[in-house]
């Protein structure tokens, strides 16, 4: 197997976005290109990461290929990856290390071991959203940020054509409220109003490799897991989360 990339930070990037909730975990390379579906350890959390064939300057690989991998140290070593750098990562017959190549102004060669992961094929949750809301990075973020400040866990939500960020506790509330325009928030599509609460850290982990011109999509539905997606370079993260439920 050998897999070129032109812009090694898209994968770096990506990389991040993974590792921040999964430590361990399978990639997978075939027709489809390089694919990963995980959930955290905690397991309220999935992670699926898609990157296409057409995203790669090369991509050999003659049949479905597994690679297990420790993904902090991963991370790690994606981290030197430098600007401009070409990426190459390659599996020889016979070795149980993942070979990286980073080609720019010198030649980089790093070997990371592979692991052993038996897990079984994750099922895509089939769920019918409620509300699809389309906004820059930096609206979710700040409002995570102001929500940080009164409580763990947040509730965010469609409600008359707004989106909204709510926190409550004894130290007090936030509410933090959206409406639609081209700049921050350019897509709401609700057919009812709803609302979920989730564990803030989780939402604020999942933005962590999104830059201020990304776009997150966020499907959501009442108190059900929420979907939240955006694209870094070529590649496609998605994040499900499950909500807590509060008791009666």
Do not use: C, W
């Not at 990963?36 to 990461?49: H, R, Y």
């Not at 897509?187 to 830059?211: I, R, T, W």
């Not at 059900?224 to 989360?241: C, F, K, M, S």
Request: proline letters at 3%; zero cysteines; a negative charge.
């Amino acid at each position: 197997m050998e897999l070129v990339l032109e812009r090694a930070a898209d994968l770096q990037r990506s990389i991040e976005a993974i590792a921040v909730l999964i430590d361990e975990a399978e990639f997978l390379a075939d027709e489809k290109g390089l694919t990963l579906k995980a959930t955290d350890p905690s397991q309220i959390s999935m992670v699926d990461f898609l990157l296409e064939k057409k995203a790669f300057k090369k991509f050999d690989v003659k049949q479905g290929t597994r690679i297990g991998l420790d993904l902090d140290y991963l991370r790690q070593i994606m981290s030197r990856a430098k600007a401009g750098d070409q990426l190459t990562i390659g599996l020889a017959d016979n070795d149980n290390r993942l070979h990286v190549r980073f080609k720019g102004i010198g030649t980089r060669n790093f070997q990371v071991p592979l692991i052993d992961i038996s897990s079984a094929e994750l099922p895509n949750p089939k769920i019918e959203f409620d509300a699809v809301v389309k906004l820059k990075a930096p609206v979710l973020q700040d409002a995570l940020k102001d929500a940080s400040l009164i409580s763990s866990h947040v509730s965010i939500g469609v409600a008359k054509d707004r989106f909204f960020v709510k926190a409550d506790s004894s130290k007090g509330n936030l509410h933090n409220e959206t409406e639609k325009d081209k700049k921050n928030l350019v897509e709401l599509n609700a057919s009812k109003e709803v609302s979920s609460m989730f564990p803030l850290d989780y939402l604020q982990d999942m933005l962590k490799a999104a830059s201020s011109e990304t776009v997150v999509e966020l499907k959501l539905k009442n108190n059900a897991p929420v979907e939240l997606n955006y694209q870094i370079g070529d590649a496609q993260i998605t994040y499900l989360l499950a909500p807590r439920i509060e008791s009666e």
